[in-house]
């Protein structure tokens, strides 16, 4: 299975800062179709996940556009360009190449 | 707008079955496949397994192999997890979500198994 490394585990930010968050994977993850299959997700306390980001760097639908997703073939990045209050919560990139889907094992945001 | 409801929380006994609904709206439900992730307290996402709604293919993780069923119903628009054998460590929320980019999740089940 493709084992998806995050970093860091915990991350204290401050309002209005920039953060950012790591994800590698042990395997590339260009499908032979070409494209990359890796997602970020967003779960705040009590809640079900949200996607943010698929296919490394396309914002979902009413995602701010203070999230982006960047990298490719093995070694990925989140980034917030401004932490806002309703950004605390864990985070999490998954990858969808290669079965089975596998997930990273998350990045605690919270203020400091 | 697409939506996933899933039933209401469960508690069982070690070594009992338990089966989680996860019912469709907003979209065509034979066109995406249904993928279940469960997450133990504390802990991150792990995928169990996934159904082609259309026609009820399915693949499952090897952990769960031999133990997890996922089927369909299409006339209710309604995917099924089951699990069986059930020990203390199968305690975690279940998640229904759409197509293996989850774009789309469920509000999630609560599964305790205690004696």
């Known amino acids: 299975d493709v084992v998806m490394a995050q970093s860091p585990l915990s991350l204290p930010v401050t309002l209005g800062q920039p953060a950012s968050i790591s994800c590698n994977s042990s395997?590339?993850?260009?499908?032979?179709?070409?494209?990359?299959?890796l997602n970020w997700f967003q779960q705040r306390p009590g809640q079900s996940p949200r996607r943010l980001i698929y296919?490394?760097?396309n914002r979902d639908s009413g995602v701010p556009d203070r999230f982006s997703g960047s990298g490719s073939g093995t070694d990925f990045t989140l980034r917030i360009s401004r932490v806002e209050a309703e950004d605390v919560g864990v985070y999490y990139c998954?990858?969808?190449?290669?079965?089975?889907?596998?997930f990273g094992g998350g990045t605690k945001v919270e203020f400091k | 707008q697409v939506q996933f409801v899933q039933s209401g929380a469960e508690v069982k006994k070690p070594g009992a079955s338990v089966k989680v609904s996860c019912k469709a709206s907003?979209?065509?439900?034979?066109?995406?496949?249904i993928h279940w992730v469960r997450q133990a307290p504390g802990q991150s996402l792990e995928w169990m397994g996934w159904?082609?709604?259309?026609?009820?293919?399915?693949k499952y993780s090897q952990k769960f192999q031999g133990r997890v069923s996922i089927t369909r119903d299409t006339s209710a628009s309604t995917a099924y997890m089951e699990l069986s054998s059930l020990r203390s460590e199968d305690t975690a929320v279940y998640y229904c979500?759409?197509?293996?980019?989850?774009?789309?999740w469920g509000q999630g089940t609560q599964v305790t198994v205690s004696s």
């Open positions: 998954m990858q969808g190449t290669h079965w089975p889907l596998t």
């Open positions: 159904i082609n709604a259309g026609n009820g293919n399915t």
């Open positions: 296919k490394v760097s």
């Open positions: 907003g979209y065509t439900f034979t066109s995406y496949g």
């Open positions: 395997q590339s993850l260009v499908h032979s179709d070409g494209n990359t299959y």
């Open positions: 979500g759409r197509s293996a980019s989850l774009d789309y």
